[in-house]
């Protein structure tokens, strides 16, 4: 995520969103959500502030599954 925000500041090729929420839904929900919001990057776009905690909270969900 850090490195999308530079890239973003310097109007450089991007991280495609389709790729951050993949990495969320693959585990990373919790890293996105924090890197979210200590880089202050896609905080604006409800896609992001409403589908990151629902995949943190499927993550969540996912993981008490297997670790029971």
Same mark, same amino acid.
């Given at each position: 995520m850090s490195d999308d925000k530079k890239r973003a500041q310097r109007r450089r090729d991007r991280t495609p969103e389709r790729t951050l929420f993949l990495l969320?839904?693959? $585990? $990373?929900?919790? $890293?996105v959500w924090i890197a979210m919001y200590r880089k202050r990057h896609k905080t604006k776009h409800p896609s992001f502030t409403i589908g990151i905690p629902l995949l943190l909270f499927l993550n969540a969900v996912i993981y008490g599954y297997f670790l029971q």
């Open positions: 969320a839904f693959i $585990g $990373g929900a919790l $890293g």
